[in-house]
T-cell receptor
């Protein structure tokens, strides 16, 4: 597709379950970002990939959160043993080579996670 | 580290009135500044960006913003609000020392009354 694609768009899970969120970036975009959007909190940076490497994962809130990227394309964000405070919209964004891009991101529509 | 402060979580205007959304940034090095808009149930899309060229930046849908270094501000304006402008607006800053990873403000919800 032409834009950033995220799935699922909505996920309802029970506390303690694991969830996987998927992001398919724009073709040719080498940089990929995950942000978390909570009500009234703005966007919270989680992790950044350049290719398949994650040079900055400083925003991951705990060791229950992990992410990987394969083939320089699709990324998966995994949350283990979900807690109610994990409920949020998880946004993925991609961009062209970071050095030339100066921070302009293209966002997907997000995955809304609700933990009961 | 860089940061962004958006003054006012909600701004309400009448249709046809001036829109002014405030953004102040903090950065120890020259910043790149952005405004993004998020319509309900959609992802963010870029409205405009400042990357050290002209200080007055024009974006889509009639919006513009002015970079004022002395005031560390990058306020977003539009002369005449339209109902379709109702959305959430985010200011963001990125710097070379921060690997160009954008830091976002908390957002301002623009409400437009008929």
């Amino acid at each position: 597709g032409a834009g950033v694609s995220q799935s699922p768009s909505n996920k309802v899970t029970e506390k303690g379950k694991d969830v996987e969120l998927r992001c398919d970036p724009i073709s040719g975009h080498t940089a990929l970002y995950w942000y978390r959007q909570s009500l009234g909190q703005g966007l919270e940076f989680l992790i950044y990939f350049q290719g398949n490497s994650a040079p900055d994962k400083s925003g991951l809130p705990s060791d229950r959160f992990s992410a990987e990227r394969t083939g320089g394309s699709v990324s998966t964000l995994t949350i283990q043993r979900t807690q109610q405070e994990d409920s949020a919209v998880y946004l993925c964004a991609s961009s062209k080579d970071r050095g030339r891009n100066t921070g302009e991101l293209f966002f997907g529509e997000g995955s809304r996670l609700t933990v009961l | 580290a860089q940061s962004v402060t958006q003054l006012g979580s909600h701004v309400s205007v009448s249709e046809g009135a001036l829109v002014l959304l405030r953004c102040n940034y903090s950065s120890s090095v020259p910043p790149y500044l952005f405004w993004y808009v998020q319509y309900p149930n959609q992802g963010l899309q870029l409205l405009l960006k400042y990357t050290s060229a002209a200080t007055l930046v024009k974006g889509i849908n009639g919006f513009e913003a002015e970079f004022k270094k002395s005031e560390t501000s990058f306020h977003l304006t539009k002369p005449s609000a339209h109902m379709s402008d109702a959305a959430e607006y985010f200011c963001a800053v990125s710097v070379s020392g921060g690997s160009y990873i954008p830091t976002f403000g908390r957002g301002t919800s623009l409400i437009v009354h008929p």
